[in-house]
């Protein structure tokens, strides 16, 4: 008898636990806010290829070549910089600088750095951040 109520107990126990276990559905792997909770108008998904950190955008580097005009500087690269990506500028693996991409051609960039007392030839460029598509 006390074998059965104990028995009794431990199920009634187990039952009540995993009654009280709250069950979500299985979460989305790209969050999307409604409109009306963040309180701002709906805009495109950024696509995968163009988030970070991606192999593809990582291995795109290049080398700062020489000033252009008062403010932009041009770099050599091996690959395409979309335009309006944020690029850090290194010196010896430090980071020394930052900056916007203002034109791009597959083999070089016009960049405008943050600093333009702080870049010189020869620093390295890499992408730090890829802009999205326009709309």
């Not at 979309?82 to 290194?90: R, T």
């Not at 010189?120 to 890829?130: F, P, R, T, W």
């Amino acid at each position: 008898m006390k074998v059965r109520k104990a028995i009794v107990c431990l199920l009634g126990f187990l039952v009540a636990e995993a009654w009280s276990i709250p069950t979500n559905p299985a979460p989305s792997s790209t969050p999307s806010p409604s409109p009306s909770a963040s309180g701002m108008p709906h805009q495109r998904p950024i696509p995968m290829e163009m988030q970070l950190p991606n192999a593809a955008w990582m291995r795109i580097r290049g080398v700062v070549v020489r000033p252009v005009d008062g403010k932009l500087w041009y770099a050599r690269t091996n690959g395409l910089m979309p335009l309006n990506s944020i690029i850090s500028i290194q010196r010896q693996g430090a980071k020394v600088n930052g900056g916007k991409v203002i034109e791009a051609a597959r083999d070089g960039i016009f960049l405008e750095p943050w600093a333009s007392d702080s870049i010189q030839a020869g620093d390295e460029v890499m992408i730090e951040s890829v802009a999205p598509p326009p709309p």
